[in-house]
């Protein structure tokens, strides 16, 4: 069953009703100013991070859910209603939610009214601008209120919903005509305020919670609304909020717009004042008079349709599945952006008062943006190097606004420093910046200790080496890339961090997926020494890259898969000889990825068992069979009931792993179909079991030992957004980003047809013609660039700011 619908041509996703399975919302923004909106207007917005500082409050888990927005509410005759439908959730005649890039509109009518609520955070501006445009459609003039209703959050979001003893008397404002100041904490160590004002005389205001509400009343049933009176409130104390009364009269056929601005305002810290307890306002009337007019709004909605243009014009794939373009060319590219603005902190299921930036997180997210903003993708790059610690460990999270190492959480999950040399291979396959590896970074952003990025990458492989198990495995510390695999936690205490606790080290637990990223990132990586003179740190690198191919094949292999890993006894986790949690994904996916077993077949062996024990109608599972107990020696994962999360769940994250690794053996029915699987745009029929959102992935579907197997949580945030396009769009599509060049090999089903990618790459722009009239799954015949034939796939820099074609034949 559907919600809605694709609406490409607008890349929009068009919801049609409001009572969606889950909320599906949208973000806003793309520099420091966020918002999420759901689908019924719900959400909240932040100024560059989440926990501290956050405007508008939002209650997760709530009872309805989805409590908490910019609400619009229409007394027309006494008929209240929201554009959004909820809160008060009237029936509305007709109801409409565009989800697009960067903005959503609802569009909405009731008894011959028609409002358009346009919602968006313009670029270059620290607001969320909504425009609502009132219509009269009946053949009667018509006379009725506009309410609007944000409820301002103190600040700090983990405060604001834990420390009410000094939450409830700190609520402060100002209103000055129009526009609602919260000032809450300003006049002490605050240098910001948030505004909201509207474009228009108005009728009355409110700014006091219970005012406005009355005091046992729900958001769906505010007394001020109802009794069409606004109360003039001053909040002193309790709960700020901003409501702006506007009384309309519309002939038959007339519209009106009413222009809102919810903005962050900073002031330096000699200019906090206009008088005596005065705010200084000047910043905030620049944003207000920004966006007053209609033409202001409209052209600050073309800048962000721009900026959309701008960015997927870099990879452009037309073929015969419309599905499978609107992923690749709008939703997958767009929720990649979104995970590099939010890395893990704010969504429907990340209440942003939790983790930073996961230094494994974004070193991945980094494959799924690289092309789109490069000089980001290089910043961040050095940001996440300076949270490594000399002796190649890393933290494993930072906080964005310090971008400090993360205490609590600490170091130790070996996998994290071999994802930075992942990332920066990457990077410098897409830009060439050969630079960027003398850039100096610190350790642990200590200055003093600065050393070149390559030095860093060297640490981190190194850390690999020095810290290898008896099977000459590495060893996995708290957990690898499965942080709730913790073979060395052994906790009894209910509550206790899986991640963090350790009580039982016996210094022998090894991770084989380890032992395959490590392999998979170490040619690159030596072949990044050989270009920086360092000619025998390489061929050093290739050896303990053979040396670990080795021990894979060795002690790695279980006879039909790739063993996980050995636990702290040294027995084997993920193997037949296990009673449960016999088969794992992960190593499956990254050893084959790296080549390992390829030549003796064993990969084909691994990947064939992956298919007839993992797969399952919605995608595969991490793991089979499912833990059904507890297992002191295996930590998190087997707290999770059978079927969900990492214990048996579909964990999106990995599909594309394997789905790769197909590729790497030539079986491009099989890639596609595993790709598929997840794939929101295919799933959107059965949204009614899936239940997020169909236009973004989902951290993890229930698997087939979960009662509700099928079902998604957690979308949006999740490095699945980058392991997609960078499968579909380097693997699958086969337009893989080398050191020298762009590599064309797809690998497809062989009914996939002929299809074209245009593709900007070093400031050249190619459209790639692909011909499979042979009905190939993989191999390159011929091509041609602008008509000269080229010898083997790659295509060479041009660099020449041109366009040029290049035809391609498969066969
Ligand atoms: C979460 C984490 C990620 C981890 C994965 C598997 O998505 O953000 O770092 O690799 O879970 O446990
Ligand atoms: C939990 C989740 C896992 C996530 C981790 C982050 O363990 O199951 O997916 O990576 O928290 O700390």
Redesign the pocket.
Known sequence: MKFGYFDDVRREYVITRPDTPYPWINYLGSEDFFSLISNTSGGYCFYKDARMLRLTRYRYNNVPTDAGGRYFYINDQGTVWNPGWAPTKTPLDSYGCRHGLGYSIFGSSKNGLRATQTVFVPIGADCEVTRLTMKNTSAEPKSFQVFSFVEFCLWNAYDDMTNFQRNFNIGEVEVDGRAIYHKSEYRERRNHYAVFGVNTAIDGFDTDRESFLGAYNGFDRPDAVLEGKPRNSVASGWAPVGSHCVRMTLAPGEEKSLIYVLGYCENPEDQKWESPNVVNKAPAKKLLSAFSTDAQVDSALSRIKEYWDGLLSNFRLDSRDEKLNRMVNIWNQYQCMVTFNMS?SASYFESGI??GM?FRDSAQDLLGFVHLIPSRARTRILDIAATQMEDGSAYHQYQPLTKRGNHE?GSGFNDDSLWLIFGVIAYLKETGDWPVLQEQVPFNNAEGTEVPLLEHLKRSFDHVLNNLGPHGLPLIGRADWN??LNLNCFSKTPGES??TCANFESGIAESVFIAGLFVSVGPAYAEILRRSGCAGEAERALREVRNMTDAILRDGWDGEWFLRAYDAFGDKVGSRECDEGKLFIEPQGFCVMAGVGVKEGLAQRALDSVHRHLDTEFGLVLNWPSYTSYRLNLG?ISS?PPGY??NGGI?CHNNPWVSIAETVLGRGDLAFSVYKKTCPAYTEQISEVHRTEPYVYA??IAGRDAPRHGEAKNSWLTGTAAWSFYNVSQFILGIRPQFDGLEIDPCIPEDFGSFTVERKFRGSTYRIEIDNTAGKSKGVKSMTLDGEPVRGNVLSVCGDGQKHVVRVCMG
Request: proline fraction near 0%; charged fraction near 40%.
């Open positions: 893990r939790g983790r996961g959480v942080d709730c899986f991640q998190e999770y999360k990492e964990f951290q993890m």
